[in-house]
């Protein structure tokens, strides 16, 4: 059965950094591209970034890039969002996808003084 | 990079069929896309992929009632029997390969 479990939301405040991280289980997790996508109170889908199977290859949006950094370990099935210099509009749910398929339930981020 | 467009609301009577679409941006028709379906309040769920050709592949789990097809430049996801649990948003997503570009979503409305 495939899981897919981000963690490591919560309130911090406009200029400092969180870190989420993703368990991954149930499918072969070093074989698929993984991504990051968000979604801001009453808002819609928005991705934020990508990595290579391998974690050689990494596209970000260009609302992140320079401040939001996706990582993976494939040693141990999960893949990391090192979020820096936050603002308000990161506020947002933040999902963890396996390809197309595998979203994780989300972890809630929000950033307020 | 490529643009979707999406109508923002349908609505559709228990047990009827609804259609509803998802347009590809100019130089783009050619392109896949995804479809997801999210319930309220909870995460996205994977529906299916829709090439231009208008075969589609469904998820796993995905039921029979869900199809996609294809014109142009416009991908389409129909649910047929409409169920109670079908009221959701629906977004189609495309790709470049340096980037994933969502819809704005479609609310969709079981009457």
């Known amino acids: 059965q495939v899981q897919v479990v981000e963690s490591g939301g919560g309130v911090v405040q406009p200029g400092r950094s969180l870190r989420l991280s993703c368990a991954a289980s149930g499918f072969t997790f070093r074989n698929y591209e993984m991504h990051w996508v968000r979604q801001a109170p009453g808002k819609g889908l928005q991705w934020v970034a990508l990595i290579s199977y391998d974690g050689n290859t990494k596209y970000y949006a260009d609302s992140v890039r320079g401040r939001l950094t996706i990582s993976r370990d494939n040693s141990k099935n999960t893949l990391y969002l090192q979020m820096n210099s936050l603002r308000a509009e990161d506020t947002a749910v933040y999902y963890c996808?396996?390809?197309?398929?595998?979203w994780g339930q989300g972890t809630l981020v929000t950033v307020s003084s | 990079q490529p643009a979707l467009t999406q109508s923002s609301s349908a609505s559709a009577s228990l047990g009827s069929s609804v259609k509803f679409t998802c347009t590809l941006s100019?130089?783009?028709?050619?392109?896949?896309i995804a479809w997801h379906q999210q319930q309220p309040g909870k995460a996205p769920r994977y529906l299916m992929k829709v090439e231009y050709s208008g075969n589609y592949d469904k998820g796993s789990g995905v039921p029979d009632r869900f199809s996609g097809s294809s014109s142009g430049a416009d991908r389409y996801l129909t649910i047929s029997n409409v169920q109670s649990e079908d009221e959701a948003d629906y977004y189609c997503?495309?790709?470049?390969?340096?980037?994933?570009?969502f819809g704005t979503g479609t609310k969709v409305t079981v009457l």
């Open positions: 996808r396996g390809g197309l398929d595998y």
């Open positions: 997503e495309t790709w470049d390969i340096n980037t994933r570009v």
């Open positions: 100019s130089g783009h028709s050619t392109y896949i």
